[in-house]
C-alpha cells in the first residue's frame, strides 16, 4: 500500500521527467524518474499486526533515541530518516482528547532540542484508565506534519492517524503505570512494536497530562 501523496508527487516527477526527456533527452530526465521511483518508496504503507493486551505499540518506525523522565513521565524519543516508513500509528486505543499545533523550528530531529523547539503537532490519548500524549515533530527536511483525526475520534491501538514528510522525529509520553520495554539504540516498527506495558489495575484513574500537552 502506498499513501495517495506519495502517488501525486510520484506521478508529477515522472511526469517532469517526461517532459525533460522530450525536451532535453532522456538522460537529463534520470533523476527526475529516480526521485519518482524513490517516492513511491518513502510512502509507503504496509500492514502491520498490532499486538493484544495492555501494550503501548510505536507510533512510528525507526530508531529509538532517547528515554528519559520528563515532568513526571517517561519520554519516549524515536528518530526516522528517510528511509523509514512515515505512517505514524496511535500508542493506544482510546479517545482523541486534545490535539494542539505548535509552530517553531527545523533543527535536525535526532537532536534533543527538537522535543521542545520545533514545529510539531502534540496528540493527547485517553483510554482504559490511562492517557498517553505523543507527538508529530518535523525535521530539518520534513516541514510538514499531517494529521487524519480530530479530537473526540475514538482510536483503536496501531491505527494508522497521519504522516510526516522526509524524515522526522515522534516522541511518547507515558505515566508511571507503564513498564517501558525499549531502551537507545532499539529500532522500532510503528504498530507492531511494544514499546511499553501497563502495570496495575486497568481501572486506575490516567494521570492529568502535563501543562502544555
Not at 495492555?54 to 526516522?80: H, N, W, Y
Not at 485517553?126 to 518535523?138: L, M, R
Request: charged share 15%; net charge positive; proline share 6%.
Amino acid at each position: 500500500m502506498i499513501v495517495k501523496d506519495g502517488i501525486y508527487y510520484a506521478l508529477s516527477l515522472a511526469g517532469a521527467g517526461a517532459l525533460v526527456a522530450w525536451l532535453a533527452g532522456t538522460w537529463f530526465a534520470t533523476p527526475l524518474w529516480l526521485l519518482a521511483i524513490f517516492c513511491l518508496y518513502f510512502f509507503r504503507d504496509p500492514d502491520r499486526i498490532i499486538p493484544p493486551g495492555p501494550v503501548a505499540v510505536s507510533p512510528a518506525d525507526g530508531k529509538v533515541v532517547a528515554v528519559k523522565p520528563e515532568a513526571g513521565l517517561t519520554r519516549i524519543s524515536i528518530f526516522l530518516n528517510v528511509f523509514n516508513v512515515h505512517v505514524n500509528r496511535t500508542p493506544i486505543a482510546g479517545t482523541i482528547a486534545q490535539v494542539h499545533y505548535q509552530e517553531g523550528k527545523f533543527h535536525v530531529a535526532s537532536r534533543e532540542v527538537c522535543s521542545d523547539q520545533n514545529e510539531q503537532n502534540v496528540v493527547t490519548v485517553q483510554g482504559e484508565g490511562t492517557t498517553v500524549v505523543f507527538k508529530q515533530i518535523a525535521g530539518l527536511i520534513a516541514r510538514r506534519i499531517v494529521f487524519h483525526k480530530k479530537q473526540g475520534d475514538h482510536v483503536t491501538a496501531g491505527e494508522r492517524v497521519g504522516l510526516i514528510k522526509f524524515g522526522s522525529r515522534v516522541d511518547i509520553l507515558l505515566g508511571p503505570e507503564w513498564e517501558i520495554a525499549v531502551q537507545p539504540g532499539m529500532h522500532v516498527s510503528g504498530g507492531s512494536s511494544v514499546i511499553a506495558r501497563r502495570v496495575g489495575h486497568a481501572s486506575a484513574c490516567p494521570p492529568e497530562a502535563p501543562s502544555g500537552y
